[in-house]
């Protein structure tokens, strides 16, 4: 399986992007049935996850992102997608997407995101 993710960039405070994940190497019921993350790594800090997707469809989120961040995932083409709202200095951060199957877990190269405020 190999993760590509996109859509980082640079943004003020209090605007938006989204992050985007494509999935190749893996078979779509596979992909169907895989739990989805997004996970930070912020400069000094340990890696945390932000969002995570079952594949009944329940959705977790880190307590500073509720309300703000939505993840999402597109099974036909094997995307999986972060949407940010109202983005804080506090965000900024190298975000990776993470699939894990019944076997493994996957992680793609990671995408920064940086935020001023």
């Known amino acids: 399986v190999q993760l590509q993710a996109s859509g980082g960039g640079s943004v003020q405070a209090g605007g938006s992007l989204k992050l985007s994940c494509k999935a190749s190497?893996?078979?779509?019921?596979e992909f169907w049935a895989s739990r989805m993350a997004w996970y930070r790594q912020a400069p000094g800090k340990q890696?945390?996850?932000?969002?995570?997707?079952?594949?009944?469809?329940?959705?977790n989120y880190e307590d500073s992102v509720k309300g703000r961040f939505t993840i999402s995932k597109n099974n036909a083409n094997k995307m999986v997608y972060l949407q940010m709202n109202s983005l804080e200095a506090e965000d900024t951060a190298v975000y990776y997407c993470?699939?894990?199957?019944?076997?493994?877990?996957?992680w793609g190269q990671g995408t920064l995101v940086t935020v001023s405020s």
């Open positions: 190497r893996i078979i779509s019921s």
């Open positions: 993470n699939v894990e199957t019944e076997s493994r877990s996957y």
């Open positions: 890696r945390e996850l932000v969002a995570e997707l079952s594949s009944g469809g329940s959705t």
